[in-house]
């Protein structure tokens, strides 16, 4: 097997470097860098040099590093294609249940909507694009946050806490530990009113090489009543299997 170039070793060592910034939540010295990739300071250090010239890391008055604002415009732009990558999925999903499909992502302790084909009934749900809303609450959300290890997806709650935005709204922390298990296990999140009163939610994590997303159907509780979220479960769970698929290609 031919080995690496010094270049193309590099290039991976500073994505892996990037992406450990990002597990770490965005900051971190070198020591946490070196235990989580396995790298050597001096390594790291040779490293942190290319990337802040490049201003794709920036250091803190603590000596720490932290991810730079140049990758705000990478990941603008990647988030503007995932959507695009998901709306073949979106729109066969809108075709199987005659509701609006959307897809989310984690964004610091919100999930952010980046795509979304609308229903093609009058009187629907509709989430604009860009739009941040609550974790503990929405079925993008808890999907997103059954992604997370155990202990991440706590701690997200604890700064967030569980604050009452409907009188659905799951507020008691034990519950919701016993939701998001239940999510973990079925493979996919309900909200029944919790973000908006008379609106019903099915939503799957999407995991993969490309991190998690969330996709979900949302619609009016007149027309998603028990029966029609029976029915659309394992098509919802089904479209988000093809989607990992397509992202994995």
Known sequence: ????????????????????????????????????????????????????????????????????????????????????????????????????????????????????????????????????????CTGVGKALLSALPAAEAETLLARTGLPAVTPSTVTDPDRMRAELAATRERGYATDDGEQEPGVRCVAVPVVGAHGAVALSVSGPEGRMDAAALRRAVPLVVAAGERLRTALAA
């Open 1 to 136: 097997m031919t080995e690496p170039s010094s270049g193309v070793q590099a290039l991976t060592r500073g994505v892996d470097l990037l992406e450990a910034l990002a597990d770490a939540g965005g900051e971190a010295g070198v020591s946490e860098l070196a235990g989580r990739t396995g790298l050597a300071p001096g390594t790291i250090h040779r490293l942190v040099r290319t990337l802040l010239h490049a201003g794709y890391l920036r250091q803190l008055p603590s000596r720490r590093y932290a991810l730079g604002p140049r990758l705000i415009r990478l990941g603008d732009s990647a988030t503007r294609m995932l959507g695009r990558w998901a709306t073949p999925t979106l729109t066969e999903l809108v075709a199987a249940i005659g509701e609006t499909a959307n897809l989310a992502v984690l964004d610091g302790d919100h999930a952010v909507y980046v795509a979304q084909v609308p229903s093609p009934h009058s009187v629907r749900v509709f989430a604009e694009i860009g739009r941040r809303v609550p974790v503990h």
